[in-house]
T-cell receptor, first 115, second 117 residues
Framework: AQSVTQLGSHVSVSEGALVLLRCNYS??????LFWYVQYPNQGLQLLLK??????LVKGINGFEAEFKKSETSFHLTKPSAHMSDAAEYFC?????????????FGTGTRLLVSP | DTGVSQDPRHKITKRGQNVTFRCDPI?????LYWYRQTLGQGPEFLTY????????KSRLLSDRFSAERPKGSFSTLEIQRTEQGDSAMYLC???????????????FGPGTRLTVT
């Protein structure tokens, strides 16, 4: 069965600092991997996705993530945090061999950005 | 705005009552998903429709839950005899099956927050 582990329920950074949100996955088959962002009282918005085309994936709002099979990781980074990045971030995995995209989410990491 | 919409946004009900939520997907999307998100957790998959056919249901979807997608357009999720444990955010997402099934992009609605008192 697939699973996702997000280390750190809260991450605090200063504006302009590097953002690093950690995600490790478990999957018996090659996975699709996703990062979503959720702002208060809103649904989830896709930041980026890994579909085996390239290990370094660039997303919206300056975020990127690198797929490392040897470490079973898909960490999310952004070189310089902005106040508007404060939100909840979810990593998700989906198996490639199923007929539909059943997303399995981690428990989320709340990013706090201080001035 | 042609995104996914959900109605109502908030619902407060007493234990034992029935509730129904509606999801309107992006018009050309043929796939529709329901998820449940409890406080401090990530969303959990409930069920999936391909057009009007319900093809997958999670074990989380007890017999008190029923979902429909008549004519492959909007979808409804009904909870009968609500319990306090049903309190959660219910999220709907839609996608277009255009090739690689796992790599499709799901677009989420704003959710319906259910509070059972």
């Amino acid at each position: 069965a697939q699973s996702v582990t997000q280390l750190g329920s809260h991450v605090s950074v200063s504006e302009g600092a590097l953002v690093l949100l950690r995600c490790n996955y478990s999957s018996s088959v090659p996975p699709y991997l996703f990062w979503y962002v959720q702002y208060p009282n809103q649904g989830l918005q896709l930041l980026l996705k890994y579909t085996s085309a390239a290990t370094l994936v660039k997303g919206i709002n300056g975020f990127e993530a690198e797929f490392k099979k040897s470490e079973t990781s898909f960490h999310l980074t952004k070189p310089s945090a902005h106040m508007s990045d404060a939100a909840e971030y979810f990593c998700a995995v989906s198996e490639m061999n199923t007929g539909f995209q059943k997303l399995v989410f981690g428990t989320g990491t709340r990013l706090l950005v201080s001035p | 705005d042609t995104g996914v919409s959900q109605d109502p946004r908030h619902k407060i009900t007493k234990r034992g009552q029935n509730v129904t939520f509606r999801c309107d997907p992006i018009s050309e999307h043929n796939r529709l998903y329901w998820y449940r998100q409890t406080l401090g957790q990530g969303p959990e998959f409930l069920t999936y429709f391909q057009n009007e056919a319900q093809l997958e249901k999670s074990r989380l979807l007890s017999d008190r839950f029923s979902a429909e997608r008549p004519k492959g357009s909007f979808s409804t999720l009904e909870i009968q005899r609500t319990e306090q444990g049903d309190s959660a955010m219910y999220l709907c997402a839609s996608s277009l099956n255009g090739g690689l099934p796992g790599g499709e992009e799901q677009y989420f609605g704003p959710g319906t927050r259910l509070t059972v008192t």
